[in-house]
Every structure is written in C-alpha cells, then in structure tokens.
C-alpha cells in the first residue's frame, strides 16, 4: 500500500467520523427540539410524514378516489388534506396534540373553482401576458 492511499483512507476516515458526529448532533437538536415545543406548547404537533402501508382500508379509500395527503399547516402545526377527486370536494384537518384529537378547519367543493381562468391573480394577469405575446409576435419578436 503506498503512502498516499494510506493518506486517503486516513483522511476518509476523518470524514466519515465527522459526518456521523454531525448527524448525532443533528438528531439530539431535534429530539431536544421537539421535547422543549411539546413542553412549551401543547397544542403544537411535530411529525414526521406517515409511511403508508397498502391495508384494506387504504385499499378502499384509493378505490373510493380519495386522495390523503399529509401537510404542514403552519410552523409547528400539521395536518391532512382530503380529497375525493370523484366529487370534486376537499376537506383540510389539523391535529391538536394538546388534545389528541384532529379538528376540522374547512371543506370545499372545488369544482367551480377550477373553472375560473383568472382569479386572484397580481399582474400582469394571464390576458396581459397573452397581449404581451401577441404583440411580441407582431414585432417578430420570438
């Protein structure tokens, strides 16, 4: 083995050593983290995206066009949103850890809104960018 490979292992090594020491330190940060807000503030949830296993129940929601989907709702909060892609309506729920209970903060049949061409929208709104690019176009502009 010549030196230099020896060098390189050497210095593998080190990285390697450095990176899980970091990742120790990463991990007790957040278990610290998550220790301190569930103390601090009972309300707040933090959690980690479920693992979804194919069971009969998922089975049927999925034959059932309904879509869950896992959500963060604000900083410390999460929640699920429900969809149901055959009746065009949603329904979004957070969990009060304080509680352990989910509550329902609003459903919406989304159907209509999915109609609209333009809503809500800052300029240039898309009938502006259309005439920008029309008259880009009348220019030979490409």
Known sequence: MNQRSVHFRG???SALWLIGAGLAVNA????????????????????A???VKPTVAHNASVQQNI????????AARWGVVLVN?????????RFVGSQSRIQLMASRDFRA????KDFNNLPPT????????SAGKALGQR
């Open 28 to 47: 007790i940060v957040l278990v610290w983290s998550h220790v301190k807000s569930d103390s601090a503030d009972a309300g707040n949830v933090v959690m």
């Open 85 to 93: 892609t055959r009746t065009g309506v949603m329904a979004v729920y």
């Open 11 to 13: 210095s593998l090594s």
């Open 67 to 74: 879509r869950i989907v896992p959500t963060q709702i604000s």
């Open 126 to 133: 898309p009938a502006q960018v259309k005439a920008m690019v």
């Open 113 to 116: 809104d999915l109609k609209l």
């Open 49 to 51: 995206a479920p693992l």
